[in-house]
């Protein structure tokens, strides 16, 4: 069975630049979430979803940060405009949250540079 | 102060003895908790759970819980160069909602 997919896995951009990270979840699974890692601050969570709506979004650092999940199989992780401070790995993570404690799965990460 | 804390080491220890992780968490009413392995430049990918106070033991791997105080360790017995990554502890309060410590380095020397 396939894992979360992330794409790009690479992404080098110019400040001010629109990026938009994109991610499949495992398929039947319920809830989404986005995290963003970086050395200094370790794995934050951006945003959570539950059957496609967004339930938590207190960890969008900025309004240059929005988030959407059109369907149960895709959300997109967007940033616009793009600033040298959001360089940072985006990981997408999945979940069956038929209870709490459901373990969640990670995709690759999109590795995002902004020049 | 950070919902989740470990300390973020490197932690060296020989091949063949144990290490020993630690993380503490602020919120009281956290019920699930959860250890991450994460190689450099991978994802995260799930070691252990742990839901109820005690140790919960999987092959090398121990998880131990103690709610009162608002800990949780994990133990690798037998350390092999294999382990060397980053540790990371995440909880979850029960809103579905995981939050993540900043991750313990390991290093196992040969």
Request: aromatic letters at 12%.
């Amino acid at each position: 069975d396939a894992g979360v997919i992330q794409s790009p896995r690479h992404e080098v951009t110019e400040m001010g630049q629109e990026v938009t990270l994109r991610c499949k979840p495992i398929s039947g699974h319920n809830s989404l979430f986005w995290y963003r890692q970086t050395m200094m601050r370790g794995l934050e969570l951006l945003i959570y979803f539950n059957n496609n709506v967004p339930i938590d979004d207190s960890g969008m650092p900025e309004d240059r940060f929005s988030a959407k999940m059109p369907n149960a199989s895709f959300s997109t992780l967007k940033i616009q405009p793009s600033e040298p401070r959001d360089s940072a790995v985006y990981f997408c993570a999945s979940s069956l949250q038929a209870y709490s404690g459901n373990t969640i799965y990670f995709g690759e990460g999109s590795w995002l540079t902004v020049v | 102060q950070k919902e989740v804390e470990q300390n973020s080491g490197p932690l060296s220890v020989p091949e063949g003895a144990i290490a020993s992780l630690n993380c503490t968490y602020s919120d009281r009413g956290s019920q699930s908790f959860f250890w991450y392995r994460q190689y450099s430049g991978k994802s995260p990918e799930l070691i252990m759970s742990i839901y109820s106070n005690g140790d919960k033991e999987d092959g090398r791997f121990t998880a131990q819980l103690n709610k009162a105080s608002q800990y949780v360790s994990l133990l690798i017995r037998d350390s092999q160069p294999s382990d060397s990554a980053t540790y990371l502890c995440a909880v979850d309060s029960g809103t579905y909602k995981y939050i993540f410590g900043t991750g313990t380095r390991l290093k196992v020397l040969a």
